[in-house]
Each structure stands twice: as structure tokens, then as C-alpha cells.
């Protein structure tokens, strides 16, 4: 899938494969012990520890330089201006693909990254919360555009981080609900200046005008970012892991009577085949195509996956 991409003669990345990226882990200085890779299964049971110590421990030793780095120059800027203003959270974007793996990606680098002293508080927070709530959706025929630019409060999204990048405390973020397929109203995440904030979602590369808007934004959400990572896999195998966790869903969330999809834990295997197929094919595929995948190449970084999620090659953006 490589259309709307520019053919560069030089590209602006270094391209590592899996064995080059692994030998990075060589001189960090944070092992991780039997008992915290235990911790971390929480986050995704099927994540092994040769994965989490070839390629997310080097690409958390590496976010940690990037975040030394700036928060040296704050202090050294601070100190040229002769003021002494807080340092703000370094943010972290994370997009790719529905399904593409991006929560349990944002959740490792999330637990991995606090373990350094200087950036002990990471937060996470998803653009989720920042998609209108399905009343609205419905007002104006947008459910089956759910995840579309169109359907998120992009404006909220940047008022958002514009609030995180003035160092601001308590800043409120929405919260959505994968229950109730929904925006909850009465529920809020406060986000009090971490060290590092990281933001996951499909849309937080985006830069084009939504559908219903005929300007073109002056700022884009990634204008807030320090450091930017698009999760990439074959469209193939994207689609198989969406289906999966629809199965899954199946046999688990959908079961709750208060599930928005509780009517799909009745439906037979191959129903629920073709049902995650329709939404799959409908919805979120057309979005990859159209709306997420073209965004991958403005990324600081690529984490290409393959067939079994693991890592096969990382581009980085030449510094
Ligand atoms: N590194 C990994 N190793 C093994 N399985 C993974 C990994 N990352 C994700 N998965 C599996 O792939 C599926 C999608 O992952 P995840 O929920 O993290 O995706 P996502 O991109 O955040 O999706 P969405 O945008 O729909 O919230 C899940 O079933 C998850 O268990
Ligand atoms: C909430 C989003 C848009 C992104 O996480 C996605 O999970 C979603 O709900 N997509 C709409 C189609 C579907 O139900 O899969």
C-alpha cells in the first residue's frame, strides 16, 4: 500500500531490521528482571520478552535521550532568559491503523519509560475521548464514519495539548468508552504535568481539513509533539488481528448486557466472521486507506510488524 507516498530519491529515514535495532539494547542501563516482564504481560499477554528486550527496551532508551535532551535545553534556555519556568511534558504520538497494536504499543513504552528517573511520571491519554459522542454522531449521520476526521472534536484535541505544552496542572482530557461505544460525560482523565505525556490515537498525524470544515486548520495536533511513532503492519494482517479481537470481544466484553455490541455475542462463529469483515471492510479499512496510512511518513519513527506482531524494521527520521 504505497500509494499518495512521494517517491523520495533520498529518504529522510535510516532503516534498521530487527537483529541491527536489538544490538541497541547493549549498554542499557535499566535491565528488567523476570518478575517486572511478569508486570508487563499485564499489558498484552502474548508480548514475549525477547520482544520487549530487542525492540522496545532500545526504543525506550532511545525516547529517553530524546527527553534528557530537551530537558536540557529547557534548562539551558531558562537559564540564557534568566527565568525559571517549570519544564513542560515531553508528548509522545502514537498513531497507525485500528487494531494495528498502537494501545499495547503506547502502554509498553509507557511502563518502560517511567523507569528512568528523570522522566519517572509518564501519562498516557487517547484521542478516544476526543471523538463527539454518538448522539452527535447521529445528528449528523456520522456513526458509520466513527474514527473518520470527521467525526473527532479536533479543536478540543488542541486546546488540549495547547494546555499541556503552557505547563499547565489538572488539565482535563474526555474519556471514551469501548463498553458503551461511546463518549462517557460524566467521566474525565486529569492529566497533572507528567514528565512525559503520550498520545495514541489514529488521528494524531492528521493535517487535512475535515469534510464538514472548508478551512484548513492553522495548527495540527502534531505541532504539539516532541516525538512521533506510527505503528505499521499489511493491511492483510491488520485486518486478521481486528477479527481476532472481535472474537474474542465475542466471548468476553460483547457478554455484558450494557455492551454496544451486545447483540453480536449471539451470532455464530462465521456470523461473526462476516459481521468484523463488514466493519472491518466498511469502516476502518477505508479509513487506513484514505485518512491514517497516508500520515505515516510524517512519523519521527516507524515500527513495521509482521504476521505474528513482532517487530521486523524500524525507520528513524534522520536527526
Ligand atoms: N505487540 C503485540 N504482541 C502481540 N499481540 C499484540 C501486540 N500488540 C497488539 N496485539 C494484539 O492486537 C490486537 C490490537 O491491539 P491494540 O488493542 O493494542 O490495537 P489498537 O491499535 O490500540 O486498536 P484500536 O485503535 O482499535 O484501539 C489486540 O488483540 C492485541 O492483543
Ligand atoms: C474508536 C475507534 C475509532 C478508534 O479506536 C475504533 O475503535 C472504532 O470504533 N472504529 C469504528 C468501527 C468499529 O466499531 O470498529
Redesign the pocket.
Known amino acids: 500500500m504505497e500509494q499518495n507516498q512521494p517517491n523520495l530519491e533520498h529518504s529522510p529515514f535510516i532503516t534498521y531490521v530487527r537483529d541491527e535495532w536489538a544490538e541497541l539494547s547493549g549498554n542499557i542501563k535499566v535491565p528488567i528482571t523476570r518478575e517486572e516482564f511478569e508486570a508487563l504481560k499485564g499489558i ?5 520478552l525477547e ?1 520487549v528486550s530487542k525492540i522496545y527496551l532500545p526504543l525506550s532508551r532511545l525516547l529517553n535521550l530524546y527527553v534528557t535532551e530537551k530537558q536540557s535545553l529547557h534548562r539551558e534556555t531558562n537559564q540564557f532568559f534568566q527565568r525559571n519556568h517549570r519544564k513542560v511534558p515531553f508528548v509522545i504520538g502514537i498513531a ?13 513504552i509507557q511502563t518502560l519509560l517511567s523507569r528512568w528517573p528523570n522522566h519517572p511520571k509518564v501519562d498516557l491519554v ?1 484521542t ?1 475521548g476526543f471523538l463527539y459522542p454518538n448522539q452527535i454522531l447521529k445528528e449528523r449521520n456520522l456513526m458509520n464514519r466513527k ?1 473518520f476526521p470527521e467525526s473527532y472534536r479536533t479543536g478540543k484535541l488542541i486546546q488540549f495539548l495547547a494546555k499541556i505544552k503552557a505547563g499547565a496542572a489538572r488539565v482535563e482530557a474526555p474519556v471514551y468508552s ?1 463498553l458503551y461505544y461511546d463518549v462517557l460525560p460524566s467521566k474525565k482523565q486529569i492529566v497533572d504535568r507528567p514528565d512525559v505525556l503520550i498520545v ?3 488521528n494524531v498525524l492528521q493535517v487535512g481539513k475535515s469534510k464538514n470544515s472548508r478551512h484548513i486548520p492553522s495548527v495540527f495536533v502534531s505541532d504539539f509533539f516532541d516525538f512521533s511513532i506510527y ?1 505499521d503492519a499489511d493491511e492483510t494482517d491488520i485486518q486478521r ?2 477479527v ?2 472481535f472474537m ?1 470481544l465475542r466471548e468476553t466484553a460483547f457478554k455484558n448486557p450494557n455492551s454496544y455490541f451486545h447483540r453480536y455475542s449471539q451470532l455464530t462463529d462465521e456470523q461473526a466472521v462476516g459481521k468484523a469483515t463488514e466493519i472491518w471492510n466498511e469502516i ?1 479499512r477505508k479509513n487506513l486507506v484514505e485518512n491514517i496510512y497516508p500520515t505515516k511518513n510524517r512519523a519521527d519513527l516507524i515500527l513495521q ?1 509482521g504476521k ?4 521486523s524494521r524500524i525507520k528513524l527520521r534522520r536527526v
Not at 44 to 48: A, K, Q, Y
Request: proline share 0%; net charge negative.
Open positions: 498484552n499477554e502474548n508480548i514475549s520482544e497507525g491503523s485500528v487494531a494495528v497494536g498502537k494501545s499495547t504499543t503506547a502502554r509498553l487517547t478516544d474514527g469501548h495514541e490515537g489514529i505503528v488481528w481486528y481476532e479481537r474474542i476502518n510488524k505474528d506482531h513482532s517487530v
